[in-house]
């Protein structure tokens, strides 16, 4: 009996073996994405404290134009969805 659990470990390790080298191979693959956030990687790690410190203001430059970006588009948004509102509004109140 012993023989049939070593077998069947062999075999669940060779399922979990396959799963994880697929899981491997879809995680290597370099991917382009249409939003521009993601970029290549940058080892933060590696970097002198002078050099960090110019990658971190490098950051929030990035993510205060990605911010200001995001504020106006939801502005414009909001405008134009008001400006509708208000047009058919009016045209309701004039023409009924």
Not at 62 to 72: E, F, G, P
């Amino acid at each position: 009996m012993a023989f049939v659990g070593y077998i069947a470990s062999v075999i669940a390790k060779k399922a979990n073996d396959v799963r994880r080298e697929r899981k491997k191979a879809s995680f290597n693959q370099q991917r382009s994405y249409s939003s521009g956030i993601y970029k290549k990687f940058i080892d933060h790690r590696k970097m002198s404290a002078s050099q960090f410190t110019a990658f971190q203001e490098e950051l929030r430059k990035q993510r205060r134009n990605l911010t200001i970006k995001n504020i106006v588009l939801v502005v414009f948004s909001t405008l134009v969805t008001l400006v509708t509102v208000y047009y058919f509004i009016s045209y309701i109140e004039t023409n009924f």
